[in-house]
């Protein structure tokens, strides 16, 4: 059975700080390239980022961009989205996926999710 668990949310000030975790089990973690994406109330769930099989290659939205960095670590089959100087706009719950090989920014074209995690940031 292929799970997918985020920890790592919760309530901080805009400009703060957190680590979001997912931890995979049930696949073969280095065989599938991992994504995160939010939603926040009344809005489409949208990418955020993502990155390939080895890690060599990470994808961002552009409103990201340079505060969040996503990593990997394969040997503890666990994905990372660093996020930093956060928003209150980045107020949503985080969604952690993987895709087997190609690595995309398209939530339909990913294989499993996780149950998500609540990020929330006060102003």
């Known amino acids: 059975q292929v799970r997918l668990v985020e920890s790592g949310g919760g309530l901080v000030q805009a400009g703060d700080s957190l680590r979001l975790s997912c931890v995979v089990s049930?696949?073969?973690?280095?065989?599938?390239?991992m994504g995160w994406f939010r939603q926040a109330p009344g809005r489409e769930r949208e990418f955020v980022a993502a990155i390939s099989l080895s890690g060599g290659s990470t994808y961002y939205a552009d409103s990201v961009k340079g505060r969040f960095t996503i990593s990997r670590d394969n040997a503890k089959s666990t994905g990372y989205l660093e996020m930093n100087s956060l928003k209150p706009e980045d107020t949503a719950v985080y969604y952690c996926?993987?895709?087997?090989?190609?690595?995309?920014?398209?939530?339909?074209?990913?294989?499993?999710w996780g149950q998500g995690t609540q990020v929330t940031v006060s102003s």
């Open positions: 049930g696949l073969t973690f280095s065989y599938y390239s």
């Open positions: 996926a993987a895709r087997r090989i190609a690595t995309t920014t398209t939530a339909r074209e990913y294989d499993h």
